[in-house]
């Protein structure tokens, strides 16, 4: 049986990375090909797989060729990861072609965050659109419970399905004795990375140093608000990484200070490297991080509890290594890849059967 798997984007991140791990993970049991809506950035992660995408960008040269994939590839089942890839969907098969069955993942609610009307039309967008859903997945249980609240489908075709990660704990060795504080996160207005430098404003300890690793459209504000506090040599913009994973293992904290999330995959990737994570008690993230065990919540946007709880982590070791312990121990029983897989491997047998 073939799945089709429909990307948001050109980029391999986040929906992207899981989509292909579970695809490696089934792919002696389904023959999985990909489409994206541009020619993706790092085709090499595609190797072993055919990836479709348009020689011409935009929503009206994604559908079309979309619709030429499907027509040509004749996919048993067509995977969506992302709101924007199910939108692509969608419009083909409003615009004609031959209704197959259909999985979307949410890697997020993020349009409940648009300001009104935007964010009422878009639910009203979903529930409408929704009815060529077969299934409609939710990797975290805050997300589960709002789209249930919301009634974007049918309560039979809503599906929690937890992220997971493959653990492949990378080790560094550290060449100074300073502490390292690392927030990885495209930098946009979702992840509130300037309460995460205001933080470190506040902490004021010069023997910490804060990494944050990612690129994005906020990057010169945030730059330029790290230079105003005066904070050169003691936070460092990385950008976009590849050794996301050596990057953490050097790290003494890890700091997720986002406006909201789906469930994200990087806290699970720091307690992979049995790192401890500080995070803003927020939509799903709350329902992650067991405040006190795997980790600690901070009051949303409040950057001085942020700091502290960073300073209480690196005043005290033993309770932030056992916090990364237990972290580590949680993905392991909870969040890995093959666990994962294998119920995306039970839905997929159940939406074909019928």
């Known amino acids: 049986m073939k799945i089709l798997m429909v990307h948001s984007t050109e980029k391999v991140s986040g929906g992207e990375?899981?989509?292909?791990?579970?695809?490696?993970s089934l792919k002696e049991e389904f023959s999985f090909c990909f489409f994206a809506p541009a020619e993706p950035i790092s085709k090499d992660k595609f190797d072993g797989f055919s990836v479709f995408y348009p020689k011409n960008g935009g929503l009206v040269n994604s559908v079309i060729e979309l619709k030429k994939v499907i027509r040509e590839q004749k996919p048993d089942l067509v995977h969506a990861q992302g709101t924007r890839a199910a939108m692509f969907v969608k419009f083909a098969f409003i615009s004609g072609t031959k209704k197959i069955k259909f999985l979307y993942t949410l890697h997020g609610i993020h349009f409940i965050n648009r300001p009104f009307p935007l964010d009422f039309i878009s639910v009203i967008y979903e529930r409408l659109t929704n009815c060529f859903v077969s299934g409609l997945i939710c990797v975290g249980k805050d997300d589960f419970d709002l789209a249930r609240r919301l009634r974007l489908i049918r309560s039979g075709r809503l599906f929690l399905i937890?992220?997971?990660i493959n653990i492949k704990t990378e080790v560094a060795d550290k060449t100074t004795a300073e502490k390292v504080i690392v927030s990885v996160s495209r930098l946009?207005?979702?992840?509130d990375i300037g309460s995460l430098i205001k933080a470190a404003y506040l902490l004021n300890n010069k023997d910490v140093k804060f990494l944050i690793v990612g690129d994005g459209p906020e990057r010169k504000e945030l730059e330029k608000l790290a230079e105003k506090l005066d904070l050169k040599g003691r936070v460092d913009f990385l950008g976009n990484r590849e050794d996301v994973g050596r990057i953490l293992s050097l790290s003494d904290v890890f700091v997720l200070s986002t406006n909201w999330e789906g469930q994200p995959l990087v806290i699970l990737e720091a307690w992979a490297s049995k790192k401890p994570v500080v995070a803003s008690n927020v939509h799903g993230v709350k329902d992650?991080?067991?405040?006190?065990?795997?980790?600690?919540l901070f009051r949303h946007k409040d950057p001085a509890d942020l700091a502290n709880k960073i300073g209480y982590l690196l005043d005290n070791k033993e309770v932030a290594k056992r916090m990364g312990e237990n972290g580590?121990?949680?993905?392991?029983?909870?969040?890995t890849t093959s666990i994962m897989s294998e119920n995306y491997r039970m839905l997929y047998k159940e939406t074909l059967n019928g």
């Open 17 to 24: 990375n899981v989509s292909l791990n579970i695809a490696r």
């Open 162 to 164: 937890d992220n997971g």
């Open 188 to 191: 946009h207005y979702q992840k």
């Open 288 to 296: 992650l991080v067991e405040n006190g065990k795997t980790g600690l």
């Open 328 to 335: 580590y121990n949680l993905v392991k029983s909870k969040y």
